[in-house]
Each structure stands twice: as C-alpha cells, then as structure tokens.
C-alpha cells in the first residue's frame, strides 16, 4: 500500500520508478546510522553507489589530510566554547572519529601553522559527513531521488 | 605520516573536498549536482584569490 506521507513528495505527474521510491521504514534509521559511522555507507546501501564513493573519498581525504598537517582531535570537554564545538563537530566523522581517538591520531602540534588548518580540516570532515549523513536519510524518506 | 601543503594547495584540497559533498547533497539531479559542485570550487578558489589580493593591498 502507497504511504500517502511519502507519495506528496513525489511531483504530481511523476511515475514512480523504483530508484525513487521510498524505501522501508527501517531504512530511514539505517541509513542515517550507517552513514554517519562511515561516511557515504549511507548512500551505498540504498544503491547509490557512485555517490557514496565520492562521499566516502571527499571526507576521507580531508579528515586524512587534516591529520597529515598534525592537525588535533577533540576530545569531550567542558571547558571553552569553541574546544566544545571542536568536539561536537569532530563527532561528525563517525568510526573515524573514534579510530582516532583509540589509536591516539591527532595530539595537533602548536608549532605549525599548519597544523591549525589540519584541525579545521579534521572539523570540516565531521561537518560535511552530517550533512551526508542528512541527505542519506532524505533519500531514505523518498524526499530526494 | 605528515606532511607538507602550502596555504593555497590546503585550500584547493579542501575546496575540492567540500565542493564534492555540497554538489551531491544539494542538488537532485546528476547534471544539477556537476553543475553545482563546479560553482561552489570556483567560488571557493575565487574567493581565496581576492580575500589574498584585498590582504595584499591592505599591507601595501
């Protein structure tokens, strides 16, 4: 039976194919879990396979370069806004995230310039993985194709 | 393993980077999304170019 929620999505005269579709409810958990643990699975899973990859790489590469140039990893904190925000974004990454946090990645390096940009590369890389995190679970709900 | 980028490859990288994810996660089709994804790295690059000049010219 059509799910009248999902079908609004569609527009009015379009046949829905079966990429388009939406997919099961347990989809539209999955998806968002899987994609946040490592980055574009989410996408990989509903058949988007191209997309994932290139998810997967852009947020590899800039997680992985930001640690290249000793950018450092937050860790959770209660102290200045901007570490807490360092954290929560850091978050983002999923499992690699904590990968490297379990393999200790990430002491950063107060001598480098450089190393300031591989910590907001390293944020950026969290921040992006959630908005693909999010995009995972409008395909999911069938808002996008 | 670390290693060096000057300022303006750090940038090209993560320009790159995060012109891939707006491109697939803003847009619905593929052509909309190249499309996109080419618009967000030229304003990147572009901007890092005169945010450098508008430097340049304050020193100077």
């Given at each position: 039976m059509a799910n009248p929620q999902n079908s609004?999505?569609?527009?009015?005269?379009a046949a829905p194919s079966s990429k388009a579709a939406p997919q099961t409810n347990s989809m539209t958990i999955i998806a968002p879990i899987a994609g946040w643990l490592l980055p574009g699975l989410g996408h990989m899973i509903q058949r988007r396979y191209i997309r994932g990859v290139l998810l997967m790489a852009a947020i590899f590469t800039m997680f992985f370069a930001g640690l290249g140039m000793q950018g450092k990893i937050y860790s959770f904190n209660t102290g200045d806004l901007l570490d807490i925000l360092g954290f929560v974004g850091d978050l983002g990454a999923g499992l690699l995230y904590i990968v490297a946090r379990v393999m200790d990645?990430?002491?950063?390096?107060?001598?480098?310039?450089v190393a300031d940009y591989g910590t907001k590369f390293i944020v950026v890389a969290g921040l992006l993985n959630i908005i693909a995190t999010v995009d995972a679970y409008h395909i999911a709900i069938g808002k996008k194709e | 393993m670390t290693f060096e980028l000057s300022h303006f490859n750090a940038a090209l990288v993560f320009a790159l980077c995060a012109s891939v994810v707006f491109g697939i996660t803003q847009r619905n089709t593929t052509r909309d999304m190249l499309r996109y994804g080419a618009y967000c790295f030229a304003m990147f690059i572009g901007g890092v170019i005169i945010a450098s000049w508008a430097m340049w010219i304050i020193k100077h």
């Open positions: 609004a999505a569609l527009p009015r005269n990645w990430g002491v950063g390096n107060i001598h480098r310039a | -």
